[in-house]
C-alpha cells in the first residue's frame, strides 16, 4: 500500500477488501486479482516508471541565486531547495488493483463493512454500508461500493479519539463504539442515534481497588500497586468483540468483551433484551492485552499479553520477568455449567512452550530487559492518538 494500513474488512460477499490507512484514506481492493488485469497494470507500472524518468529530468530549478538572496534564513532556504532538486527521489509504483473509495480528514482508526436487509420488495436485495472511525471523535456512515463516496450520516457522542468499533451479528443494526473516553457508546447507527452509555472508568476504578486490596497493599502504598497493574488513569478501548457463546441449556448467551490499554483484565458484559449492556464479570490476566481473538464456535477467547517490568505479579503468572519474550498467550474458554469463562491451561502451556522456543532462537545479542523497554510503547500505542493539551489523568 502507498500508506501504512491500520484497518481492515472484507465486504458481505467476501469479494473486496476494504483497507483503511493512517492518512484517512479508505480503498477497495479485489480478493483475487484476474489475470488480464495483471496484464493491465504492468502496462500502467512501465508507463508510470516512464513518466517518472521524465519528471526526474525535468526536475524543479529555483529561479533565485545567491546573488539576489541576501538574508541568512533566505540563503539556507534556498541551498536546501537545491539539495532537494540533486537528490534523487525513487518512487513505487502501485502494481495492483485497488480503488479510492472515500476519505477522513483526521487520521483512520477503524473501520466496519455491514450488510442490512432491505425491507421494500422492489428491491430485494441487501444494503451494504462502510463505518469508519477517526481520531476527531467523528463516526462515519457511507453507503457500501460503488457509492462509498455518499455519506448518510454521522455518530456523534464521543470527545475523544475512537479506536474501535463493532456490530453484534444478531443485531446488524446497532454499533458498539469505544475509544479514548471513560464509557462506550451503543447506538442505532441507521439514525445516529445514542441508546446506552457504559461507564468504564468507574468499572476499571473498581477493578484496580478489589486488586490492590487482595494484595494487602498497606497505606501509602497505593501508588506501586497501581504500578502493578500498568495503568496511569487514562482510558483507551483496544479491543471490543461481540460474543454468543452456548449455554448448558443450549441456549446462546450474548455478551461483548471489552479491553482497555494497559489494563491487565477483559470486561464481560451481558446484552440485554433491552439493548443495553450489563457488566457481568472481569477475568484477571497475567498482563496487560494487546490483542484478542475469538474462536469461530464463540466458545473459546485467545489472547496475547505484553510483559514489561513489574507486571507480572500475579501468581498464576505462566512467564517470569526475564521471559526472553515480550509477549505471551492465553486461553479463555466457556464452561456452561458454571456459566463463565475459565481458563484452558493445558493448551496455554503448549503454545507458549512454542512461542518461547521460536523467540530464544531470534534473541540475537540484544538483552531482554532492553527489548521490553522498547516493546511498551510498540505494544501500547492507542495512547498517542490523544490531542496534545488534553487534561491529563492523575495515577490512581
Known amino acids: 500500500m502507498p500508506k501504512r494500513p491500520c484497518a481492515i474488512a472484507f465486504t458481505p460477499d467476501q469479494a473486496m477488501i476494504i483497507c483503511g490507512d493512517k492518512f484517512g484514506d479508505v480503498y477497495a481492493l479485489p480478493l483475487f486479482c484476474s489475470d488480464s488485469r495483471k496484464e493491465d497494470l504492468s502496462h500502467v507500472k512501465a508507463d508510470e516508471a ?16 545567491l546573488r539576489t538572496v541576501h538574508t541568512q534564513r533566505n540563503q539556507e532556504a534556498l541551498r536546501h531547495q537545491q539539495n532537494l532538486r540533486n537528490k534523487k527521489t525513487s518512487k513505487n509504483a502501485v502494481n495492483f488493483e485497488r480503488e479510492l473509495l472515500f476519505g477522513h480528514v483526521s487520521l483512520l482508526t477503524d473501520l466496519i463493512c455491514v450488510s442490512i436487509p432491505r425491507t421494500t420488495f422492489a428491491n430485494p436485495q441487501d444494503r451494504t454500508y462502510i463505518i469508519s472511525a477517526d481520531r476527531d471523535e467523528h463516526i462515519r456512515v457511507s453507503r457500501g461500493m460503488p457509492q462509498a463516496h455518499i455519506i448518510e450520516g454521522y455518530c456523534l457522542s464521543h470527545t475523544q479519539f475512537v479506536s474501535r468499533l463493532c456490530i453484534p451479528s444478531w443485531n446488524p443494526q446497532l454499533l458498539i463504539s469505544g475509544g479514548g473516553d471513560d464509557y462506550l457508546l451503543i447506538w442505532e447507527w441507521l439514525s445516529n442515534r445514542v441508546l446506552h452509555k457504559i461507564d468504564l472508568r468507574k468499572l476499571i476504578v473498581d477493578y484496580v481497588e478489589r486488586q490492590c486490596s487482595s494484595r494487602n497493599v498497606q497505606e501509602g502504598e497505593s501508588e506501586v500497586a497501581a504500578a502493578d497493574v500498568h495503568w496511569n488513569g487514562a482510558i483507551a478501548v483496544s479491543e471490543i468483540f461481540a460474543i454468543e457463546a452456548k449455554a448448558a441449556a443450549g441456549e446462546l448467551r450474548r455478551q461483548v468483551a471489552v479491553v482497555c490499554e494497559g489494563v491487565p483484565a477483559i470486561f464481560f458484559f451481558d446484552f ?5 449492556m450489563l457488566h457481568s464479570g472481569t477475568r484477571t490476566t497475567d498482563a496487560a492485552v494487546i490483542a484478542l481473538a475469538l474462536s469461530s464456535d464463540h466458545n473459546r477467547i485467545a489472547y496475547a499479553v505484553g510483559v514489561s517490568q513489574g507486571i507480572l505479579s500475579h501468581s498464576d503468572s505462566t512467564w517470569d520477568d526475564e521471559s526472553p519474550n515480550g509477549t505471551s498467550i492465553g486461553i479463555l474458554e466457556y464452561d456452561a455449567l458454571k456459566e463463565s469463562w475459565e481458563k484452558h491451561d493445558g493448551l496455554v502451556n503448549t503454545i507458549n512452550s512454542a512461542v518461547r522456543s521460536i523467540s530464544t532462537a531470534m534473541d540475537g545479542t540484544m538483552g531482554a530487559q532492553a527489548k521490553l523497554q522498547g516493546s511498551e510503547s510498540f505494544l501500547n500505542s492507542l495512547e498517542t492518538l490523544r490531542k496534545k493539551g488534553q487534561d491529563e489523568y492523575d495515577l490512581i
Open 50 to 65: 516512464a513518466q517518472e524518468c521524465h519528471t526526474t529530468n525535468d526536475s524543479f530549478v529555483p529561479s533565485a541565486t
Open 272 to 276: 440485554c433484551e433491552d439493548r443495553r
